[in-house]
């Protein structure tokens, strides 16, 4: 239904900055809210920061100040990252939620992009 692609990943050293792209393909107009989570080794994924079809945002706590979630007409998910630390070595996931008719929403995930922060 639909795809999402994610790139931007990489080494930074810390106080560096990255930005994260996801490319939304398939039923992009049937998405609704979109957002970044990550993964660190042995720890479950959390969210990162989420953004409504009408533009509001929200952000975890451990990055707000540093990070800035937007897309675009075409649902494209980009997540700006400055002030970069170790702990925010993950692998960041970009999710869409898929509305479907009426009845429920699917959640879509893409395959995760690896961002390695050193110290």
């Known amino acids: 239904q639909v795809q999402l692609v994610e790139s931007g990943g990489g080494l930074v050293q810390a106080g560096g900055s990255l930005s994260l792209s996801c490319a939304a393909s398939?039923?992009?107009?049937?998405?609704?809210?979109m957002g970044w989570y990550r993964q660190a080794p042995g720890k479950q994924r959390e969210l990162v920061a989420d953004?409504?079809?009408?533009?509001?945002t929200n952000y975890a706590d451990s990055v707000k100040g540093r990070f800035t979630i937007s897309r675009d007409a075409l649902n494209t998910l980009y997540l700006q990252m400055n002030s970069l630390k170790p702990e925010d070595t993950a692998v960041y996931y970009c999710?869409?939620?898929?509305?479907?008719?009426?009845?429920?929403?699917?959640?879509?995930w893409g395959q995760g992009t690896q961002v390695t922060v050193s110290s």
């Open positions: 953004i409504t079809r009408s533009g509001n």
């Open positions: 999710n869409a939620d898929v509305q479907n008719g009426n009845t429920r929403t699917i959640p879509h």
């Open positions: 398939g039923s992009i107009f049937s998405i609704n809210s």
